[in-house]
């Protein structure tokens, strides 16, 4: 046998040995995936303790921890420090996550493809839909989410935020007309509007600019299985557009 190809089977041996040594450190350690504490339904619901309330969340991250018989919990934790729960908290996961929610893009993060296509714009009523940018002076959101398409005007004192600790008190500020507009999901929208027998109130506005963002899983500690959950996106799209068409979550082109 040649030096060369001993050499070459000595690597791949302690290449399988660090693979299985990875593999099992895994295996017996309980990962833990941060989740927002509120209720964010169909999207997420984490606002109590008992994180057994289904929702589209619930059921990706148990179909995909479970089906690789990896250990896990879900940990709710306060939005206020969404940013800081890697450093702080010591999480190994954070779902959802997206870059353009972090102040500090120092760590070494990495992120899912993309899970789930949402809009974040200005959510108005149906009969102030021609609305302008200049007119919202109140937006309301929920406590701690970070408001990323109103961030010079909030922090010109522009445009003032009402905070709520739920959706369905944003909703009712709208509907009552304390807010001119909220940021909050359509679907999260949608559904306490159907809560409250207003199905069809509340509409996107075409004259505020929106944009067009993804839910990501992310780790810093796991990178390996951020790219084994990438394999499973792919190995389950049906079973994705089904909990999709489950939960009634809209298809953003």
């Known amino acids: 046998m040649s030096f060369t190809k001993l050499t070459s089977q000595i690597i791949l041996v302690f290449t399988l040995l660090g693979i299985t040594a990875y593999i099992n450190n895994v295996l017996a350690k309980e990962l833990v995936i941060g989740v927002e504490a509120v209720s964010y339904y169909p999207l997420y619901d984490f606002s109590t303790n008992d994180i057994s309330k289904p929702s589209f969340t619930k059921e990706l991250l148990s179909d995909f921890f479970e089906s690789h018989h990896y250990p896990y919990k879900l940990l709710p934790l306060p ?151 990438n394999q499973y996106l792919k190995d389950n799209k049906q079973k994705l557009d089904e909990l999709k068409r489950k939960y009634q979550l809209l298809n953003k082109p």
């Open 79 to 229: 939005i206020k420090r969404f940013d800081k729960w890697f450093v702080e908290e010591n999480i190994d996961f954070k779902f959802p996550d997206n870059v353009r929610w972090r102040s500090d893009n120092s760590l070494n993060i990495t992120f899912s493809d993309p899970v789930l296509l949402l809009e974040a714009g200005a959510y108005v009523l149906k009969k102030n839909k021609n609305i302008q940018r200049h007119e919202v002076k109140k937006l309301g959101t929920i406590l701690g989410f970070y408001p990323t398409l109103w961030q010079e005007e909030v922090k010109n004192k522009q445009v003032s935020l009402l905070e709520e600790t739920n959706p369905i008190a944003v909703v009712k500020h709208l509907l009552h007309g304390n807010i001119q507009a909220t940021n909050i999901d359509a679907n999260v929208i949608r559904h306490n509007l159907s809560l409250l027998g207003k199905n069809e109130a509340v509409v996107l506005s075409p004259h505020i600019h929106s944009e067009l963002f993804y839910y990501h899983l992310s780790s810093i500690k796991y990178p390996q299985i951020i790219a084994e959950f």
